[in-house]
T-cell receptor
Framework: GAGVSQSPSNKVTEKGKDVELRCDPI?????LYWYRQSLGQGLEFLIY????????KSGLPSDRFSAERTGGSVSTLTIQRTQQEDSAVYLC???FGQGVTDTQYFGPGTRLTVL | GENVEQHPSTLSVQEGDSAVIKCTYS??????FPWYKQELGKRPQLIID?????GEKKDQRIAVTLNKTAKHFSLHITETQPEDSAVYFC??????????FGRGTSLIVHP
């Protein structure tokens, strides 16, 4: 079946502009994660959605970052007033949401470049 | 919160040699330890995982060992091949639904 998809695959923007990144999880997966991966770095957790529960936003680096998940499926990560340090690959992952041992399935990522 | 350290950051081996990557963690409540492989420009993919009630798990040429007392676990790849070249990430979860990832190990297998 279809895996996790993300769009766009690449995004180049100017400093100060807003960007929206989209994630389509695997159908039936109730858990959805956003991560940021900077060059040569590990995966930095940003936000976690589980079903209809309030999201865990503890990883968002500033109030310029926000995310929503509509209808328990598609998620959008929004970065307002982008800064050069926001340049990174943004990865989305989904899982069945049945426990901490769920396998996470990653999307291909969106490479964001802020000029 | 959880603190995960992964070593080495880069590992260069000859084809056919073995490779070992180690991760240490801090939260004794952690009970799930997956390993992901990320090829250049590709998405991370789970290659093997282990739960805290098991000390070792093997899948063909890869294996993972866990020492809960010492709070470390390792990925072992035997008979390495050029297609094993990638970045490998360990992760730790259990105390929280949110996994903590290591910083990654770049494995280079020379033909």
């Amino acid at each position: 079946g279809a895996g996790v998809s993300q769009s766009p695959s690449n995004k180049v923007t100017e400093k100060g502009k807003d960007v929206e990144l989209r994630c389509d999880p695997i159908s039936g997966h109730t858990a959805l994660y956003w991560y940021r991966q900077s060059l040569g770095q590990g995966l930095e957790f940003l936000i976690y959605f589980q079903g209809n529960s309030a999201p865990d936003k503890s990883g968002l680096p500033s109030d310029r970052f926000s995310a929503e998940r509509t209808g328990g499926s598609v998620s959008t990560l929004t970065i307002q007033r982008t800064q050069q340090e926001d340049s990174a690959v943004y990865l989305c992952a989904s899982s069945f949401g049945q426990g901490v041992t769920d396998t996470q399935y990653f999307g291909p990522g969106t490479r964001l470049t802020v000029l | 919160g959880e603190n995960v350290e992964q070593h080495p950051s880069t590992l260069s081996v000859q084809e056919g040699d073995s490779a070992v990557i180690k991760c240490t963690y801090s939260d004794s409540a952690s009970n799930y330890f997956p390993w992901y492989k990320q090829e250049l420009g590709k998405r991370p993919q789970l290659i093997i995982d282990i739960r805290s009630n098991v000390g070792e798990k093997k899948d063909q040429r890869i294996a993972v060992t866990l020492n809960k007392t010492a709070k470390h676990f390792s990925l072992h790849i035997t008979e390495t091949q050029p297609e094993d070249s990638a970045v490998y990430f360990c992760a730790v979860s259990g105390g929280s639904y949110i996994p903590t990832f290591g910083r990654g190990t770049s494995l280079i297998v020379h033909p």
